[in-house]
């Protein structure tokens, strides 16, 4: 990998427009983390620059969120150094001038804007223990509009795309002082008009002079906005480069280089022909209303992959859980063929996945334990052992461990053991929703290879996705949900995912 683009370690950063000030140095020295006897972080050596844009990448498992997590205080590194300003520190975690958004955003739904703008702060006083309520929507204002986002402060947050709930969150870094920002996978939920939005608005804050550091797996995010790409991969720096001196292949060759075809390396899921049509009918909705599902008539029979798409609100991930039965409609029937069963991906594996105290194990089996039961309906725990040890060698899990507590897992692997448990499950309706949410882009190869091998097999599939990318890469037919209601099926052929996009 050796040669891709320059070196940009000491590479000028992001022009600022007008700051004030430049955020300070950010170096990283000789950083180790261990778990137990594994380490997973080998000698980090990073320098960031103030305001530099820097897209942090690499392949579920290299230890991206490690290296997030220590410099957050999460965790302690076992050894090396962290160096802020020139300065000797723990962590950079708790300085109201660092500022670290995670997947899960730290918002509370039920309150405004103006509230949790306000969380964890002292209130804004105007005479003794009297709130100054107009001072702080003011001051909200304020805040809402260093991001570009035109909404009323006293609006709920429970009321926002998750595009506009991602801004407020970093309004709040930012209205807090932040002048170094860490962005951890916001986008990998986001539609794609709320994820645009969102990159415009951090390009802008590198732009007046902050740090940023963003993680993502979506290239054609780190090479529209970022201004250096580092690449980890098993716990190390192997590149670290200019943004402009790359390109999507360069990327893709970079993480799945050595272990892919020509075709993976070129980022890209071929196809070699449609599903089987014209099996027996697995699964249909007949005028299906739950919550925001309004009328929805569907059918997916053996052997092919159908694609449902749309916003957040949209009823999207709730007829997921309608196909699996972990919703039943209030109005009309889920219809399944006589003796088939359903499994689910479910749309958020941090709520929904897995038992995070478990074992790898324990997450991979629980849905299938009647076939490890003897006659004498005794587990034989050998077999259980054997096949979830194949089926974590199967999907590549990282660390190879069985035993493994499915909590200190990557985001990607996690999504590798809910597949298995699902494919231990052997059902003959898959429903999988958002299936490559936050993986790499080898991990979201293998699974497109995976819904293709489970088509041919017979099954039925239906992908319930907000990415363009998963449907035109498996499914034989796609539609659009548009407040409760689907649009007019077409195949890969009729469409493209921009024109797809913008029907959304």
Sequence with gaps: MEGIAADSRNAAPVATTGADTVAKEIVIS????????????????LTIAGGDFVGLMGPNGAGKSTLIKILDGVYERSSGEVRYGGEPVASLGGRPEVGFIHQDLGLVDELSISDNLRLGEPPLRRLGPIVDRRRERADAARCLAEVNLDLPVDALVGALSPGEKTLVAIARALGRGAEVLFVDEATSTLPPADSRRLLTALKETAGKGATVIMVSHKLSEILDATHRVVLLLDGRIVEDSLAASLDRHALVSMLVAR?????????LHERTAAHTIGGEELLRFEDIHRGPVRGIDLSVRAGEVVGLTGLPGSGLHDLAHLAHGTLRPTAGKVVRRDGARSALVP???????????????????????????????????GKERDDAKEMVERLSVKPADPQAIFGTLSGGNKQKVVFGRVLMSRPSIYVLSEPTRGVDVGTRLEIYNLIDELAAAGAAVLVVSSDSEDLFAVCDRIAVVTDGRLSAFLTADETNPQELEAFI
Aim: proline share 3%.
């Design 30 to 45: 000789s950083l180790r983390k261990s778990f137990g006897g594994n380490e997973v972080l080998h000698g980090i050596d």
């Design 259 to 267: 272990e892919k075809s020509e075709t993976a390396g070129a980022g």
């Design 347 to 381: 749309p958020h594996r941090e709520t929904e996945g897995g038992f995070a105290e478990q074992s790898v194990l324990e997450n991979l089996t629980i849905s299938s334990l009647e076939r490890w039961r003897s006659p004498l309906r005794l587990l034989r725990g």
